[in-house]
């Protein structure tokens, strides 16, 4: 499959049941959700899927699920980073070998590298494995931004990094990257509150949590983005914003997501410990929130 990096992808979940176990009828069910919907890919073993919290074999089944599932529809995206270099090296050749088109790999984390050792991090696994990447800047999660440097030295070096998922927030930031890289790979939104922004100043799509929930508002601000209908275009923006506000920042992003999808009546599931289920208030403001957005 041709990789095409534009359009809004869900940086998916994985349902697990009461014993924490991958459901993987639930899984199976919401592909055709999220597909349906109008996605243009699917992220899968991300960080709304808990990819922290699996072990390597579960990794390769939710991966090994979502290809099947998704047979060719649109490019499936795995996550693959992990603390070590050795193990993201392991995790990405089993993407490929599962089927994945491509390679999502976040900075490393828990200890923080500097330049040097984040440059070579990146180099040793682009070297050591044939799959397009996706470089993923997540400073919530990882604690630091990976530095624009880094950034243009990798996208000029290999071009078999593709694209670079931006979670900062920062519209100058993206702003930034765009102006430095965007003439050579895609740069991805990785926050709903700057899908439109970002576009605005030339992203090729957005890789966002609340796309779990609210697939087609995420993907029709892309598409009245696209044919200039800008005025439709902020008014959904508007939209997810809020929504996002609630279901990632008020709380804690996975299980407010998981919680939201259930309300739904789609099967997404429980959070794995230490998560734990968002508390009733919390249920009912989402619950009360969704109206206002189906």
């Given at each position: 499959?041709?990789?095409?990096?534009?359009?809004?992808?869900?940086?998916?979940?994985?349902?697990?049941?009461?014993?924490?176990?991958?459901?993987?009828?639930?899984?199976?069910?919401?592909?055709?959700?999220?597909?349906?919907?109008?996605?243009?890919?699917?992220?899968?073993?991300?960080?709304?899927?808990?990819?922290?919290?699996?072990?390597?074999?579960?990794?390769?089944?939710?991966?090994?699920?979502?290809?099947?599932?998704?047979?060719?529809?649109v490019?499936?995206?795995?996550?693959?980073?992990?603390?070590?270099?050795?193990?993201?090296?392991?995790?990405?050749?089993?993407?490929?070998?599962?089927?994945?088109?491509?390679?999502?790999?976040?900075?490393?984390?828990?200890?923080?590298?500097?330049?040097?050792?984040?440059?070579?991090?990146?180099?040793?696994?682009?070297?050591?494995?044939?799959?397009?990447?996706?470089?993923?800047?997540?400073?919530?999660?990882?604690?630091?931004?990976v530095?624009?440097?880094?950034?243009?030295?990798?996208?000029?070096?290999?071009?078999?990094?593709?694209?670079?998922?931006?979670?900062?927030?920062?519209?100058?930031?993206?702003?930034?990257?765009?102006?430095?890289?965007?003439?050579?790979?895609?740069?991805?939104?990785?926050?709903?509150?700057?899908?439109?922004?970002?576009?605005?100043?030339?992203?090729?799509?957005?890789?966002?949590?609340?796309?779990?929930?609210?697939?087609?508002?995420?993907c029709?601000?892309?598409?009245?983005?696209?044919?200039?209908?800008?005025?439709?275009?902020?008014?959904?923006?508007?939209?997810?914003?809020?929504?996002?506000?609630?279901?990632?920042?008020?709380?804690?992003?996975?299980?407010?997501?998981?919680?939201?999808?259930?309300?739904?009546?789609?099967?997404?599931?429980?959070?794995?410990?230490?998560?734990?289920?968002?508390?009733?208030?919390?249920?009912?403001?989402?619950?009360?929130?969704?109206?206002?957005?189906?």
């Open positions: 499959m041709a990789l095409n990096l534009k359009g809004i992808m869900p940086p998916h979940i994985t349902p697990f049941d009461e014993d924490e176990q991958i459901d993987e009828q639930a899984l199976r069910r919401l592909v055709h959700y999220w597909i349906n919907s109008g996605s243009s890919g699917l992220v899968t073993c991300g960080s709304n899927g808990e990819a922290p919290y699996m072990d390597r074999t579960e990794r390769r089944k939710v991966i090994e699920i979502v290809v099947d599932e998704v047979n060719g529809q490019p499936v995206i795995a996550g693959t980073g992990a603390p070590s270099t050795r193990e993201t090296i392991d995790l990405t050749k089993d993407a490929k070998d599962m089927g994945a088109d491509a390679a999502l790999i976040v900075a490393p984390y828990y200890f923080t590298p500097n330049d040097d050792e984040l440059l070579n991090h990146y180099r040793i696994v682009l070297d050591s494995v044939d799959l397009p990447v996706i470089l993923y800047n997540v400073p919530k999660f990882t604690g630091y931004n530095s624009i440097g880094v950034v243009r030295r990798l996208v000029d070096e290999y071009s078999q990094v593709v694209g670079i998922k931006d979670s900062s927030g920062l519209i100058g930031r993206i702003s930034e990257l765009i102006a430095y890289v965007g003439d050579k790979t895609s740069v991805l939104a990785g926050t709903a509150d700057v899908i439109l922004p970002s576009l605005e100043v030339g992203a090729s799509g957005a890789i966002v949590a609340i796309a779990n929930v609210v697939p087609k508002l995420c029709d601000i892309y598409d009245a983005f696209q044919r200039k209908d800008y005025d439709e275009a902020r008014r959904l923006h508007l939209k997810a914003v809020l929504l996002n506000e609630l279901l990632v920042k008020k709380n804690n992003q996975v299980s407010a997501i998981k919680e939201a999808l259930n309300i739904l009546g789609q099967p997404a599931g429980l959070p794995r410990k230490p998560s734990l289920p968002v508390r009733p208030e919390a249920c009912e403001e989402i619950r009360t929130q969704l109206l206002k957005f189906i």
